[in-house]
């Protein structure tokens, strides 16, 4: 059992930047993909950011160029950091592990909320 825990979030004026931390419970090195979804109010939860065991990341396409991923597995961590936030950025953040063996894990979710 993995238990994610994040935090940072807040809020933030459109155009500031804002850097999310999820903690895990176990190590890391063994999960294959971390990473961080989101979820607007009235939306479907969505991708945000993720990255692999061997460090590959893939981002949405509102994340390129503004979001950035990083993950120590010795401090069993995932960080997002965001830039150039957007009002339409506004969503509960939710950490995300998945194992080797397909299992997937949720953190609470944090609130991000970007003032225009």
């Known amino acids: 059992q993995v238990q994610l825990v994040e935090s940072g979030g807040g809020l933030v004026q459109a155009g500031g930047s804002l850097g999310l931390s999820c903690a895990a419970s176990v190590t890391i090195f063994n999960i294959n993909v971390m990473g961080w979804y989101r979820q607007a109010p009235g939306k479907q939860r969505e991708r945000v950011i993720t990255v692999t065991r061997g460090g590959i990341t893939r981002s949405a396409d509102f994340a390129e160029g503004r979001f950035t991923i990083s993950r120590d597995n010795a401090k069993n961590r995932v960080w997002l950091q965001m830039n150039n936030l957007k009002p339409e950025d506004t969503a509960v953040y939710y950490c995300?592990?998945?194992?080797?063996?397909?299992?997937?894990?949720w953190g609470q979710g944090t609130q991000v909320t970007v003032s225009s």
């Open positions: 995300y592990a998945a194992d080797q063996g397909g299992l997937t894990y």
